[in-house]
Structures are given as structure tokens and as C-alpha cells.
């Protein structure tokens, strides 16, 4: 790339290398098909599409329908590591996923491929199959969720204070989803900030793949309706006065 002045005595400033963004992904987890997404959003946006497995036969895709074909031929389900790439003209669009990272880069981006790479985050986001990837977003949802968690405990805290009768009992109620939801946070910040999981990629359909969360959801919340009842039926039966002798 060079810059001329407008005289037009000849370029004053030229760049050996191009105009490079990249875009971190966190919490990476893709199934089939969001990998096949990603690569018809590079083929729609660069014309083609090419698509390197890394694996030890230096497998490579020319089409979105390649990740079938590559599971037909006995390739791993976990994949390593993966690189869908394509350009168009001086632009060059690239989602690349290693083992310990992932990352969106587009070399001299215009307006197009700027869409393009956003769709790919969007894509990739940190929500993808995690149980408690709800909770965090962005820095933003973080600070909105820990006043979200105050509020409650407050709440709690002066029902507490005005009922004699189950006071307790109600502080303990709206007081145990506070804490779990502080503690959710923070650890949620933690992986999300200082420790980053590491991308997961699974050439498989969705639903032959589901998750622990996925499996167990409805015992899991069978359990936790079962212990709030269980605990506010007992607090009542308690009170009931025992017979007169």
C-alpha cells in the first residue's frame, strides 16, 4: 500500500506488510454446524472457501459440506486445530483455532469484511454449549449482574428484617440464589479474564453431542425444586403446635 501527495510526484509512504485486525474468541465451543456456518460465512463474503484440518494427512476442504466428508473419512471427531480462510482481492479473511487460542484476522478489512468478521464472533461467542456461559457477556453484563446479585441480597435482607414469622427461612431463600449467583460471577470473570477455556471443536452434529448441562438439566432442577420445598414444608410443619395432653 503507498500514498502519494497530490501533486503526484510519486508515492512518499509505502507498507511492507498489510493492514492487519484480529479479533479475540474466548470460550470457544463449536459443533458441526457452526463450523459449517463459518465456513459459508467466509465463502459468501470471499467467493471460496479453504479450509486446512491440520491433521497428519494435510487434509483440505474446499467447501462448508467438507466436514462431513472429512468425518466419512475417518478423521477425528476432536478436532486440534483448524484454519477456514479466504480472500478476496487484497482482503483477506481468516478464522484460526489452535489449541490454546482462537482468533478472527482480516488483512486490509473494508466495510464488508468488517460485517463478515463480526458475524464470525457472533458465531464463536463464549454462549456456545457452556451451562454458565449466561452469565457473562461482556465487562458491562459483569457489573450489571454483580448489581443484579446486591439488589437480591438487599432485598432479602430487609425482608429478614420486617417479618417475625419465617423470617429465616425467607432470608435463607432469597439469600441462597444471591451467593450462588456472586459466586457464579466471579468465577465466570475469573475463567473468562485471567484464565480463558481452551477452543473446543467437535466435527459432530449437536445433538448426537450433548452436553453434561443438556443431559442432566431437568434433574438438576428436579433436585433444586425438591430441596426449596422440602425445606419450606418442614419450617411449617414445625410450627404446627403439638396436641394438647
Same mark, same amino acid.
Not at 463450523?35 to 479453504?50: M, T
Not at 479466504?86 to 490454546?100: E, K, M, V
Not at 441462597?176 to 452434529?205: C, D, E, H, S
Given at each position: 500500500?503507498?500514498?502519494?501527495?497530490?501533486?503526484?510526484?510519486?508515492?512518499?509512504?509505502?507498507?511492507?506488510?498489510?493492514?492487519?485486525?484480529?479479533?479475540?474468541?474466548?470460550?470457544?465451543?463449536?459443533?458441526?454446524?457452526?463450523?459449517?456456518?463459518?465456513?459459508?460465512?467466509?465463502?459468501?463474503?470471499?467467493?471460496h472457501v479453504e479450509i486446512?484440518?491440520?491433521?497428519?494427512?494435510?487434509?483440505?476442504?474446499?467447501?462448508?459440506?467438507?466436514?462431513?466428508?472429512?468425518?466419512?473419512?475417518?478423521?477425528?471427531?476432536?478436532?486440534?486445530?483448524?484454519?477456514?480462510?479466504?480472500?478476496?482481492?487484497?482482503?483477506?479473511?481468516?478464522?484460526?483455532i489452535a489449541p490454546s487460542?482462537?482468533?478472527?484476522?482480516?488483512?486490509?478489512?473494508?466495510?464488508?469484511?468488517?460485517?463478515?468478521?463480526?458475524?464470525?464472533?457472533?458465531?464463536?461467542?463464549?454462549?456456545?454449549?457452556?451451562?454458565?456461559?449466561?452469565?457473562?457477556?461482556?465487562?458491562?453484563?459483569?457489573?450489571?449482574?454483580?448489581?443484579?446479585?446486591?439488589? *437480591? !441480597?438487599?432485598?432479602? +435482607?430487609? #425482608?429478614? /428484617? $420486617? &417479618?417475625? *414469622? !419465617?423470617?429465616?427461612? +425467607?432470608? #435463607?431463600? /432469597? $439469600? &441462597?440464589?444471591? !451467593?450462588?449467583?456472586?459466586?457464579?460471577?466471579?468465577?465466570?470473570?475469573?475463567?473468562?479474564?485471567?484464565?480463558?477455556?481452551?477452543?473446543?471443536?467437535?466435527?459432530?452434529?449437536?445433538?448426537?453431542?450433548?452436553?453434561?448441562?443438556?443431559?442432566?438439566?431437568?434433574?438438576?432442577?428436579?433436585?433444586?425444586?425438591?430441596?426449596?420445598?422440602?425445606?419450606?414444608?418442614?419450617?411449617?410443619?414445625?410450627?404446627?403446635?403439638?396436641?394438647?395432653?
Amino acid at each position: 500500500m503507498t500514498t502519494t501527495e497530490p501533486s503526484g510526484e510519486g508515492p512518499v509512504l509505502s507498507h511492507a506488510l498489510p493492514h492487519r485486525r484480529e479479533t479475540p474468541l474466548r470460550m470457544v465451543l463449536l459443533y458441526r454446524e457452526e463450523l459449517v456456518e463459518a465456513a459459508r460465512i467466509i465463502r459468501d463474503e470471499c467467493g471460496h472457501v479453504e479450509i486446512d484440518f491440520h491433521d497428519d494427512r494435510g487434509t483440505r476442504g474446499t467447501a462448508p459440506e467438507a466436514f462431513a466428508a472429512f468425518a466419512e473419512a475417518d478423521g477425528p471427531e476432536r478436532l486440534r486445530r483448524l484454519t477456514i480462510s479466504g480472500n478476496r482481492g487484497p482482503t483477506t479473511l481468516r478464522l484460526l483455532i489452535a489449541p490454546s487460542e482462537a482468533r478472527v484476522v482480516v488483512e486490509e478489512p473494508d466495510n464488508s469484511a468488517r460485517g463478515a468478521t463480526e458475524r464470525l464472533h457472533n458465531l464463536c461467542h463464549l454462549s456456545r454449549g457452556r451451562p454458565w456461559a449466561f452469565l457473562v457477556g461482556s465487562r458491562r453484563d459483569v457489573f450489571k449482574l454483580i448489581g443484579v446479585s446486591a439488589l *437480591i !441480597g438487599t432485598c432479602a +435482607l430487609f #425482608a429478614a /428484617l $420486617l &417479618l417475625e *414469622i !419465617g423470617a429465616f427461612v +425467607l432470608g #435463607a431463600l /432469597l $439469600l &441462597l440464589p444471591a !451467593g450462588v449467583f456472586m459466586v457464579l460471577n466471579t468465577w465466570q470473570m475469573y475463567r473468562f479474564y485471567l484464565v480463558p477455556a481452551k477452543p473446543v471443536l467437535i466435527n459432530a452434529p449437536r445433538a448426537q453431542r450433548p452436553t453434561w448441562w443438556e443431559r442432566h438439566r431437568k434433574d438438576v432442577l428436579l433436585v433444586l425444586i425438591s430441596g426449596v420445598v422440602g425445606i419450606v414444608t418442614g419450617y411449617f410443619v414445625n410450627q404446627i403446635p403439638p396436641p394438647p395432653l
